[in-house]
Nanobody, 126 residues
Framework: QVQLVESGGGLVQAGGSLRLSCAAS????????MGWFRQIVGKERECVAA????????NYADSVKGRFTISRDNAKNTVYLQMNSLKPEDTAVYYC???????????????????WGQGTQVTVSS
């Protein structure tokens, strides 16, 4: 189990950028895949990006491909989500999650993730 704390959310105009960070505690962070999920009001939580434990493999939702980039720094126990060209429809609460112990391909299903952060609000104004 790892404990996760997100930061970096906020209010930004359409077309702008934000970088979310997720700091993890625990010595096993580097063995977990990490995912960024978002939940829009009235909709189910979806995975927008995931990265394998080594950082060698990533997955993105079609809606964010080419705009969002997930990365990790295992030395700092931190995973990032760089969000560019933001759109109003990106407005959501964003969560980071840890799971998929040493999987080569990072999972995108919620059920694969065991530890979750508290979430950070991202609001994109038009």
């Amino acid at each position: 189990q790892v404990q996760l704390v997100e930061s970096g959310g906020g209010l930004v105009q359409a077309g702008g950028s934000l970088r979310l960070s997720c700091a993890a505690s625990g010595r096993t962070f580097s063995s977990y895949a990490m995912g960024w999920f978002r939940q829009i009001v009235g909709k189910e939580r979806e995975c927008v990006a995931a990265i394998s434990w080594s950082g060698g493999s990533t997955n993105y939702a079609d809606s964010v491909k080419g705009r969002f980039t997930i990365s990790r720094d295992n030395a700092k126990n931190t995973v990032y989500l760089q969000m560019n060209s933001l759109k109003p429809e990106d407005t959501a609460v964003y969560y980071c999650a840890a799971g998929g112990w040493r999987l080569v391909v990072p999972p995108t299903a919620q059920d694969e993730y065991r530890s979750w952060g508290q979430g950070t609000q991202v609001t994109v104004s038009s």
